[in-house]
């Protein structure tokens, strides 16, 4: 099993991100763990084709951002959101579920 997941973004963008921060994403972690159901889980490679690629960037951040300040004792930072994508960037949270 790989260390990285690969998403690929509608307009054709890759993503190399590790796979535990992949795994911050309950709808990356299902389609990762469950062996023979989904070719990705193989591939370590996921295709969203509705989701642009600055969407899917701005989610990769997040999930870092996610995995960084879980369980934190540090003053945890405001998560930077550009307002041009902010509705766009909830709709994504709430497919990718994180």
Do not use: W
Not at 3 to 18: M, P, Q, R, T
Not at 19 to 44: C, D, V, Y
Not at 75 to 85: R, T
């Amino acid at each position: 099993m790989s260390d990285f997941v690969k998403l690929v973004s509608a307009d054709g963008f890759e993503f190399v991100i590790d796979r535990q921060s992949a795994m911050a994403s309950r709808t990356i972690k299902n389609m990762l763990s469950n062996p023979g159901q989904f070719t990705e889980s193989i591939r370590n490679e996921i295709n969203f084709p509705d989701v642009k690629a600055v969407i899917l960037e701005a989610v990769c951040k997040y999930l870092y951002y996610k995995v960084r300040y879980t369980n934190s004792t540090e003053e945890i930072p405001d998560f930077p959101i550009d307002h041009d994508i902010a509705l766009e960037l909830l709709m994504a949270a709430d497919f990718f579920a994180c």
